[in-house]
């Protein structure tokens, strides 16, 4: 039997270090921590590792196409495979920053790099294994915000990725032009951005279940809540660790469970979309 692998993106702080901490203690094998910057990384596993647990580190930026195939092709090599991802690396803009510029980066991160993550990494997803996207409530919100007509193209059963996509680089267009008002799009990049992710887990969930029937895989986008963070700031109300509950549920579905799979889940429940 080969060693089970867990690699958890943007986990040097917050929410994702919380992630790897609770897996060190709860998932049998080894745990990744990573992150886009090395002596970040380093200074977070050296701090777990002060509290007596055993994370590993990788260098992975996933704005970086080659830092990405770099770590996919390490953990094929050393492991086969992955067993547990979960996409938590993503950005949001605190300071008042001009809606394009804001949409442009936001989503870059956050929808498009994570994509990118997917394309290389879901191949190396072994049979029984794990997908977790970090999103948000921000994303229903959204959603929720959008034209009815936006609204039906997101929640149609059989919408594609290369729709998805297309939806989604509309709206950085469109924001550079200032007419995603009045095109039907909230004000929210971020929200945009969560709403993307959301949906394309929708998607690849699908895909999986046609392409991989017997494989078992449990692929799932979920809220950690208002997480004290650099991100959210000191007013939140959950701890890291507390943000961290719904994401590793997902991560440690017990083997042979057949769901959740492509939903979107809260508080360990799944919520309506």
């Known amino acids: 039997m080969s060693t089970r692998v867990a690699v958890v993106t943007g986990s040097n702080k917050g929410i994702g270090l919380a992630i790897v901490r609770a897996l060190c203690k709860q998932f049998q094998g080894d745990v990744y921590l990573t992150s886009r910057d090395i002596g ?3 200074e977070a596993v050296a701090s777990l590792t002060s509290e007596g647990l055993k994370p590993m580190f990788q260098q992975l930026d996933i704005n970086d196409l080659n830092s990405i195939t770099t770590a996919a092709a390490y953990f094929k090599e050393k492991y086969g495979g992955v067993d547990v991802l979960i996409n ?3 950005i949001a803009f605190k300071e008042t920053t001009p809606c394009a510029v804001e949409a442009e980066v936001t989503l870059k991160t956050n929808f498009f790099a994570t994509r990118d993550m997917l394309i290389h990494f879901l191949p190396l997803i072994k049979p029984g294994g794990r997908v977790v996207n970090v999103s948000s409530n921000s994303g229903l919100r959204a959603l ?3 034209s009815p007509a936006l609204q039906q193209r997101f929640r149609i059963e059989d919408i594609t990725e290369d729709e998805l996509v297309g939806l989604m680089q509309q709206f950085v267009d469109k924001t550079k032009k200032e007419e995603h008002k009045k095109d039907g799009w909230p004000e929210t990049a971020y929200g945009v951005s969560k709403l993307g ?3 394309l887990s929708m998607i690849q969930a699908r895909r999986l279940s046609k392409e991989r029937p017997n494989d078992g895989i449990l692929l799932n986008a979920c809220c950690p809540g208002w997480v004290r963070t650099d991100m959210a700031g000191p007013k939140a109300t959950k701890s890291p660790d507390e943000g961290a509950v719904t ?3 997902l991560a440690l579905l017990p083997p042979g ?11 360990k429940e799944v919520q309506p979309w």
């Open 197 to 199: 992710l959301t949906t």
């Open 257 to 267: 469970a057949t769901g959740p799979h492509g939903k979107f889940v809260s508080e």
């Open 144 to 146: 929720n915000q959008c």
């Open 88 to 90: 938590n690396a993503g």
């Open 247 to 249: 994401p590793v549920y």
């Open 40 to 42: 970040r990384g380093q």
